[in-house]
């Protein structure tokens, strides 16, 4: 295990009602919000007005800017952005799924530091802009999947560039407050929770497998978020209005990326680049639909190349029997995630997702031109992760 360090400054306000202390809080970060949300779940919810009239209540102005797309684009940013500068807004809501809270860390920056967003983005060759002020910035997600309210990332997509990258920076956007209420994913329809449940364990999987071997503590931790998510996953899909299902599950999404789980790791993520170069070009597919269609494939490739950890998986999450070893544990592991993939409604490939094999070395181009090669893959390997996906 590496040696760590763990900072997190978030206040995370957790539990059912929660919602009702948000202009509360709000009016502890500013006089005027620039609330960031999508073009419809919270108005159809009335969640917006529902938040507008909480901010009111305790004396807090707002304006709205409502045009956020999944997959958040960088124009979409700077229109919110400047919507900010010109209302004379003095912080950031970011209302919604993962799409919007990455959004609202944007604006932060973009509203406080002034430029395009695109500035502020690191890429191969490219050495992004420092970012000087940032605005303070709170977050009600409505979906459990990015953990962005416990974090200091944000992942955007620029269409013209077809790129998809991010910004991480714990010094100038973590939110200062989060507020998780279980409660606000009750209206979520089940597929768009099963692409949210996958992107969390995805969240803890990524470092599992690549990362130190003597991190056993983490290791359970990680073993412990994924399981609660299956199991909490299947019985939401049998009743999305479980409410004890969806407490675990958004809990789980909060904690995946708030710091400890991946903490002495020092692993590598893969799939995630991987998806970000597949919506890159494919912005109608959601994020946890493309890892559902490539873990399996990566999960083959980590096989091949550190067995162990696949053998750990096998063993703990899907109690492998004891005659099943070697290659046959692998696929054992495989065939089980499969089974959970599809069994909570999602695809475990590219071809239900409407994904042509004409683009898989497009794909693994567009991985390298924007983070790079990955952990100890060349671009053959990587061609070959997005083939097997298909």
Known sequence: MK????????????????????????????????IVTGKNSTKKTGLLDRTIKLLEKE???????????????????EEASALAVKEGC????????????????GVAVVAGSGGKLWDYI????????????????????TLSATGSEGNPAAVFSNPVLNQKAAIYNPD???????????????SVPPKQTAEGIIDVIMHVLEEYLTGETDCDMQDRFTEGIILTCMEEGRRVMKNPGDKHARAQIALSSTV?????????????????????????????????????????????YLGEVKPDKVHQLADRLFDAPKDVKGELKIAFCIENFRKFITDIGLSDNFKDLNIGMENMEKFADKVIEVGGLPWKLDRPRLVQIFKGAF
């Open 3 to 34: 040696n760590l360090m763990i900072y997190n400054p978030v206040k995370i306000h957790f539990g059912a009602g929660e919602i009702e202390n948000a202009g509360r809080l709000a009016k502890t970060l500013g006089k005027k919000a620039v």
């Open 59 to 77: 004396g807090v102005k707002s304006v709205v800017y409502a045009g956020i797309t999944p997959n958040p684009k960088n124009t979409e940013v």
């Open 90 to 105: 003095d912080f950031v809501i970011g209302l919604g799924g993962g799409s919007a809270m990455d959004a609202a860390k």
């Open 122 to 141: 690191g890429l191969p060759g490219k050495k992004p802009k420092d970012i000087g002020k940032s605005l303070p910035i709170m977050l009600i997600p």
């Open 172 to 186: 100038k956007i973590f939110p200062a407050i989060s507020i998780v209420d279980p409660d606000l994913t009750l």
């Open 256 to 300: 995946a990326l708030q710091g400890l789980p991946n903490s002495g790791r020092a692993g590598a993520w893969v799939v995630h680049p991987l998806e970000h170069a597949v919506t890159a070009y494919f912005d109608n597919i959601a994020h946890g639909a493309g890892i559902a269609a490539i873990l399996p494939s990566y999960l083959k």
